[in-house]
């Protein structure tokens, strides 16, 4: 955190897992943050950084290290979010988590400790595992949301899925029916 009128100003989305047993096919996991615009905060994302598209558009969100398996040290997965940069026209961002489903259909409870957590600077703002949404494909895990004043606010936002990446990504963002 930046201060308390400026509110988060650069926040980092971290993901871990174990790989799967000898044998097994491999688990992927991919962070993902949709980015929404002012006035249309829960519709279609205005664009998306994961796996496949690594940098916003302007270099304010970026995928900093993915792992298709879980054999890095520490987090596998890292994402930093350059709130304090992004342009006024955005007043939300979701970030997510989705499973990869190449080797047929995995959930949370079948990926070996599957862990989150977000930080901003040496503040913790939340961390924990996929228990509660264990039989989901994917899950929202954090929004920020940018107050009247400007500032960005977090919110704890864990919601599980039953979608394949390419659809949570697109609803991932939308108010539950």
Same mark, same amino acid.
């Given at each position: 955190m930046s201060g308390l009128s400026? *509110?988060?100003e650069r926040a980092e989305a971290r993901l871990k897992w174990d790989p799967s047993p000898l044998g097994a096919p491999p688990s992927d996991l991919d962070l993902i943050a949709a980015t929404y615009r002012v006035g249309a905060e829960h519709g279609d994302p205005a664009y998306l950084v994961a796996f496949g598209s690594r940098f916003s558009p302007d270099g304010t969100i970026w995928l900093n290290r993915d792992s %298709? &398996?879980?054999k890095g040290l520490g987090f596998d997965e890292v994402m930093t979010l350059d709130l304090g940069r992004l342009s006024s026209e955005y007043g939300r961002v979701v970030v997510g988590v989705a499973i990869q489903q190449g080797f047929g259909r995995l =959930? #949370?409870? *079948?990926?070996? &400790?599957p862990a989150y957590q977000l930080v901003a600077g040496y503040t913790v703002l939340a961390e *924990?595992? #996929?228990t509660s949404v264990a039989p989901a494909t994917g899950a929202t895990i954090a =929004? #920020? %949301?940018r107050a009247a004043s400007g500032a960005w606010q977090f919110h704890s936002l864990l919601v599980g899925y039953d979608a394949d990446p390419d659809t949570l990504s697109r609803t991932m963002g939308r108010l539950p029916d």
């Open positions: 400026k *509110g988060i %298709t &398996n879980g =959930e #949370f409870q *079948g990926v070996a &400790n *924990g595992d #996929f =929004e #920020f %949301t």
